[in-house]
């Protein structure tokens, strides 16, 4: 796949932003696909492994502004994603990723007072469900037996994502 095919799967579009075709990169990474999904007016960035010279040739298109972003590199302690962040402008961000994406200075990336945060490392699963009257995002924490060992996954926490009149501009 390579940016600007698209398509539609069971109401859900989707579109790839990068690579270009043909496009030289430095690094698999600066290579990483990067989709972005769209369900019932709720948009999803989905950047992958995104670094280097491919996170500056995204941010350097028409911006897309995402209710939705997953933190590309795992939430890397390398990455500034200042400029992703500016271009995508997301309400809700995941970070996937060990005990390294939990760190104040990666963390401290990525928040911002009107901006969700959510690390799998700390929170547990994540979960997110879009639906026609919005979009909620669940953190899945783990009960602990008198040990401390995970005996379940349990719904802990709810966060909504309000998808209709967010006023989030988008041009296709």
């Given at each position: 796949y390579h940016a600007g095919e698209s398509g539609s799967v069971a109401g859900m579009d989707w579109k790839v932003l990068h690579p270009a075709q043909g496009a030289w990169v430095?690094?698999?990474?600066?290579?990483?696909?990067?989709?972005?999904?769209?369900?019932?007016?709720?948009?999803?960035?989905?950047?992958g492994d995104l670094e280097s010279g491919g996170l500056s040739t995204l941010v350097e298109l028409p911006p897309r502004p995402c209710h939705i972003l997953m933190a590309p590199h795992h939430g890397s302690v390398t990455l500034d994603p200042s400029d992703l962040l500016h271009w995508c402008k997301p309400k809700f961000v995941?970070?996937?990723?060990?005990?390294?994406?939990?760190?104040?200075?990666?963390?401290?990336?990525?928040?911002?007072?009107?901006?969700?945060?959510?690390?799998?490392?700390?929170?547990?699963?994540?979960?997110?469900?879009?639906g026609i009257h919005g979009t909620s995002l669940w953190k899945w924490g783990r009960d602990s037996d008198e040990l401390g060992q995970?005996?379940?996954?349990?719904?802990?926490?709810?966060?909504?994502?309000?998808?209709?009149?967010?006023?989030?501009a988008y041009s296709p």
């Open positions: 430095e690094n698999d990474n600066a290579s990483s696909l990067t989709l972005l999904l769209e369900y019932e007016s709720t948009r999803v960035l989905l950047p995941v970070i996937s990723g060990n005990h390294r994406a939990n760190r104040p200075r990666v963390l401290s990336r990525y928040q911002e007072p009107d901006r969700h945060v959510a690390v799998t490392f700390r929170d547990g699963a994540i979960q997110c469900r879009i995970p005996t379940r996954w349990r719904p802990c926490e709810q966060q909504d994502v309000n998808s209709k009149a967010d006023g989030l």
